[in-house]
């Protein structure tokens, strides 16, 4: 299966990448046989993703990344880079590939100390691939000073290195460093093509790929997450009944402390799973035996101290994440009250909760839905701004009652 099967939606962007994979496999041949390719126009040190969530920034980024490293035989024929079944393809598609880096946070921003490490990283050639590829998936993270460290690295890259770097949108990432980059923007896909997608890779059973599709609007991962995990199920729909909570103040303040109270406790539960493990093999790493009591050696207090602040800084994270999920559920919802309310026809994307959209839609105007709409983006705004959790929530639930 070709490494491109997994980019929904974007043929645009697939012509775009199998093009200049062809021609950085003409740069590579050239250079092995001393010769001047002719076709390297296409092919650039440094390339920006952009899209909305869902789109597949980074599954777009990977696809490059296997095509670049592909060692298929038949390219040798006129085979197009990317075959997904030769060594390069899959090591890169799995994340083995000793010459591909795959960089995400679960933290709220990379830092300078990171970034220079991947700069470090840049700098070699290639040990065993055609190509030193850097992905850095979540771009938009990178602080002002980390933003500025890559930028001499993008500036002056090695011959043999290539940026995948993937953001939300262009003003997400440093007008100096999306300037050096080619710049790639996806779409988000059909809700018939994530369908497809969750059949055909994963299997799902087509009405319930369908649902999740519909219910995410073409967001790949979450649509796959909804059509597998009761759990996410289960919680998107207690979200999609607090706007009918939200009748009194009581009400409001008693729905925002409990969707507060279920992002902390995913966050808990993925501490829990993570946090141990991970100091458990730093000890181990620093020399706690079982010798001396569990006791850390001397010198390790500040190691440890940085492992805590880490994972304060991920539970912090996947609390927001957590939210904000919660907060593009909410606002699909209020969106189908308003193509109800302006008898627009637009597909249903939460059919399964048709009657309190009904109830919605009749309780009020399109001007108090939009008022609604804005309420809940200000509140992600808030939670962007480091504004505390429950008092963003507490304000958007009284938006909501006010309308």
Not at 23 to 38: C, H, I, L, R, Y
Not at 48 to 75: I, M, W
Request: proline share 4%.
């Amino acid at each position: 299966m070709p490494v491109w099967d997994d980019l929904v939606g974007q043929e645009r962007v697939q012509a775009q990448l199998a093009a200049a994979a062809r021609d950085a496999d003409a740069m590579v041949t050239a250079d092995a046989e001393g010769t001047e390719s002719a076709t390297a126009s296409k092919m650039t040190h440094a390339w920006l993703f952009t899209g909305p969530p869902g789109s597949g920034r980074s599954t777009a980024a990977r696809a490059f990344a296997a095509a670049l490293q592909c060692t298929s035989p038949d390219r040798a024929l006129g085979g197009e880079p990317g075959c997904g079944f030769c060594d390069g393809c899959h090591t890169t598609v799995v994340g083995t590939h000793a010459d591909v880096e795959i960089v995400r946070t679960d933290l709220l921003s990379i830092g300078v100390k990171d970034t220079r490490a991947l700069v470090r990283r840049a700098q070699l050639s290639p040990a065993v691939g055609r190509w030193q590829v850097i992905v850095l998936e979540d771009a938009d993270r990178l602080t002002e000073g980390a933003g500025n460290v890559l930028l001499k690295a993008v500036e002056e890259p090695a011959p043999r290195t290539v940026w995948l770097l993937c953001a939300p949108s262009l003003e997400d990432v440093l007008p100096t460093i999306r300037s050096r980059c080619r710049h790639l923007t996806l779409r988000t896909p059909s809700v018939a093509a994530v369908a497809d997608l969750l059949v055909r890779r994963d299997g799902i059973e087509p009405g319930a790929a369908a649902a999740a599709a519909r219910a995410t609007q073409g967001h790949i991962d979450r649509a796959r997450r909804l059509a597998t995990d009761e759990r996410a199920r289960s919680r998107r729909a207690a979200v999609l009944k607090l706007p009918l909570r939200v009748d009194d103040v009581g009400a409001c303040l008693k729905a925002a402390q409990e969707l507060v109270d279920a992002a902390a406790e995913d966050a808990k539960q993925v501490a829990e799973e993570v946090d141990v493990k991970e100091t458990e093999e730093l000890r181990a790493a620093m020399g706690a035996g079982a010798g001396t009591g569990g006791r850390m050696p001397r010198g390790t207090a500040g190691v440890m101290k940085d492992l805590e602040d880490r994972q304060k800084r991920r539970r912090t994270r996947t609390q927001r994440d957590t939210l904000d999920l919660a907060l593009t559920d909410l606002i699909g919802f209020y969106r189908d009250v308003l193509a109800l309310q302006l008898g627009s026809g637009l597909a249903i994307a939460n059919e399964e909760v048709r009657p309190d959209l009904d109830r919605v839609a009749r309780a009020s105007g399109p001007e108090r839905t939009l008022r609604r709409i804005e309420g809940i983006i200000a509140c992600r705004e808030a939670l962007d701004r480091n504004v505390s959790p429950l008092l963003a929530v507490e304000a958007m639930t009284m938006a909501l009652r006010a309308g």
